[in-house]
Each structure stands twice: as structure tokens, then as C-alpha cells.
Antibody
Framework: QVQLVESGGGVVQPGGSLRLSCAASGFTFSSYGMHWVRQAPGKGLEWVAFIRYDGSNKYYADSVKGRFTISRDNSKNTLYLQMNSLRAEDTAVYYC??????????????WGQGTLVTVSS | SSELTQDPAVSVALGQTVRITCQGDSLRSYYASWYQQKPGQAPVLVIYGKNNRPSGIPDRFSGSSSGNTASLTITGAQAEDEADYYCNSRDSSGNHLRVFGGGTKLTVL
């Protein structure tokens, strides 16, 4: 069965950096686009970034563009989110989410359980 | 970027039918998907495409769309349906950006 397990969250000071990981199993990771979605405490979901199955194209929300970098290592079945210049408003649970098969539409068919990032001095 | 608008809260009597709506310009071009999220849990996909349910989602959940509005309907709401519901679609710019609605808190009375 599909499993997505995030790690790397924690407490970081404003202006600091953190790298999140998402370990994937139960499907052919290298064939699927992947996303990061976040949720601030008590708030709604916010889409953060997308990477194509082969890493050739990446897309970002305006709120993180230029500060966050999405990447993947298909040999390790792992998705990453490098977060730099962190701000208090980046405090959130970060979820990785899987795209459906290519051409099947735009949705997130599986989600991880999330990892909490807290930006605070 | 585009926006999706949802009512913040909706309530329904046990066993009755409720419709949760999502409005936005991007919905004229792209289907919405719907996610259920219970407290402390990750979101779960409940509806995608024109009106498709993933395996394991009860058939009381259905989706529809008209113009700039997408709807999630729960026919015969159960106590376990009480949750936050979020719509999502591709951004109206046509690239791979995605946008979520603000979410609707469903209370089953």
C-alpha cells in the first residue's frame, strides 16, 4: 500500500533553514509528480510546491518562491523541501502528497501524516 | 493567482442531505477535488474529477459542478462525516499551481 512518511520538522529561529524529507513506498515513486502542502495551526490547507516525476519542472506558491526548493531523489524514493529564510508565518504542519497517474487529473490521491515546523526565537 | 471561496461553516441534521460549495474562476476550466480532514489527521481525498470517489469512500459522497461553482453533496449525513472539507483545483493561470478553498467546517446535529 502507498505510504508517505515525512520527517525533518522541528523548531528553527527566524531566518534559519530546515530540510524536510518524505519517504515514499508502495508505488513506483519515479513515475509520479509530488507536492508539498502545509497547514498553519488552526488554519486551512495551503499548497506549497510541485515537482514533476522526473524533477524536470518545479512550481511554487508565491508565498515561498525564492525561499523554498522542492527536489527529489528517485533512487532513494524520497521527496525533499529545502526551506531557507524561514519566517514565523511558515510555522505549519507540512504534508507531502502524491499526484495521480499522468493524465488522470489534478488532485492529491495520497497524503503523509505531516511534520511540524515551528519558526520561533 | 486564483482563489476558491467556501462557506466557513455548515450544519446538517443526522441523516439529512447537505451541500458544500466552492466558488472560483478556475472552476470554469478545471475540476475541483474535495478533501475531508478530521482533527489531528491528514486530509483524505473524497471526490475527484467529474464525480469520482476513491476506493473506500461511501457512495453518500458525490460531486458536481456548474459554471464557477463546484459542490460536494453528502446524502444521508452520518456522525462520522463531521469534519473540515476543502476544495482544490489547478490555478486558473494554466500551469501546475494549485489552490485550496478556505475550508468548510461541517457539523452533524
Amino acid at each position: 500500500q502507498v505510504q508517505l512518511v515525512e520527517s525533518g520538522g522541528g523548531v528553527v529561529q527566524p531566518g534559519g533553514s530546515l530540510r524536510l524529507s518524505c519517504a515514499a513506498s508502495g508505488f513506483t515513486f519515479s513515475s509520479y509528480g509530488m507536492h508539498w502542502v502545509r497547514q498553519a495551526p488552526g488554519k486551512g490547507l495551503e499548497w506549497v510546491a510541485f515537482i514533476r516525476y522526473d524533477g524536470s519542472n518545479k512550481y511554487y506558491a508565491d508565498s515561498v518562491k525564492g525561499r523554498f526548493t522542492i527536489s527529489r531523489d528517485n533512487s532513494k524514493n524520497t521527496l525533499y523541501l529545502q526551506m531557507n529564510s524561514l519566517r514565523a508565518e511558515d510555522t505549519a504542519v507540512y504534508y507531502c502528497a502524491k499526484d495521480p497517474p499522468y493524465g488522470y487529473g489534478d488532485y492529491f490521491d495520497y497524503w503523509g501524516q505531516g511534520t511540524l515546523v515551528t519558526v520561533s526565537s | 493567482s486564483s482563489e476558491l471561496t467556501q462557506d466557513p461553516a455548515v450544519s446538517v441534521a443526522l441523516g439529512q442531505t447537505v451541500r458544500i460549495t466552492c466558488q472560483g474562476d478556475s472552476l470554469r476550466s478545471y475540476y475541483a477535488s474535495w478533501y475531508q480532514q478530521k482533527p489531528g489527521q491528514a486530509p483524505v481525498l473524497v471526490i475527484y474529477g467529474k464525480n469520482n470517489r476513491p476506493s473506500g469512500i461511501p457512495d453518500r459522497f458525490s460531486g458536481s459542478s456548474s459554471g464557477n461553482t463546484a459542490s460536494l453533496t453528502i446524502t444521508g449525513a452520518q456522525a462520522e462525516d463531521e469534519a473540515d472539507y476543502y476544495c482544490n483545483s489547478r490555478d486558473s493561470s494554466g500551469n501546475h499551481l494549485r489552490v485550496f478553498g478556505g475550508g468548510t467546517k461541517l457539523t452533524v446535529l
